[in-house]
């Protein structure tokens, strides 16, 4: 996302009940949020909702956000036989399924 590749974020409804807390992300994925010292000019990581974190940065790119069920979450394997999908968008589903097996 940080680099406008993404087309469509899927995002697990459960995403806000694994990370409720804010995070420590790196710089480069948020230099708009303030460090510990209240700047922006720093590469210190900052704190951030992920789950806030990851829409808002969807939509400043464009992308869709689809906010799914975890039921859901079985089909989505099927998703790129369907439509066109390509790397970065097979990594994105790789990535949610196999969050998806370690917590179920």
Not at 37 to 50: D, K
Not at 81 to 103: F, H, M, S, T, W
């Given at each position: 996302?940080?680099?406008?590749?993404?087309?469509?974020?899927?995002?697990?409804?459960?995403?806000?009940?694994?990370?409720?807390?804010?995070?420590?992300?790196?710089?480069?994925?948020?230099?708009?949020?303030?460090?510990?010292?209240?700047?922006?000019?720093?590469e210190?990581?900052?704190?951030?909702?992920?789950?806030?974190?990851?829409?808002?940065?969807?939509?400043?790119?464009?992308?869709?956000?689809?906010?799914?069920?975890?039921?859901?979450?079985?089909?989505i394997?099927?998703?790129?036989?369907?439509?066109?999908?390509?790397?970065?968008?097979?990594?994105?589903?790789?990535?949610?399924?196999?969050?998806?097996?370690?917590?179920?």
């Amino acid at each position: 996302m940080a680099n406008g590749q993404v087309d469509e974020l899927l995002v697990s409804g459960a995403l806000e009940e694994t990370h409720p807390l804010p995070e420590e992300v790196r710089a480069i994925l948020a230099p708009e949020l303030p460090d510990s010292g209240g700047g922006t000019a720093s590469e210190e990581p900052r704190q951030a909702s992920l789950p806030d974190l990851l829409v808002t940065k969807a939509r400043q790119s464009g992308a869709t956000v689809t906010i799914i069920e975890d039921r859901g979450l079985a089909r989505i394997g099927r998703r790129c036989g369907r439509v066109p999908c390509d790397g970065a968008g097979k990594v994105a589903i790789g990535l949610l399924i196999e969050k998806y097996v370690q917590n179920h």
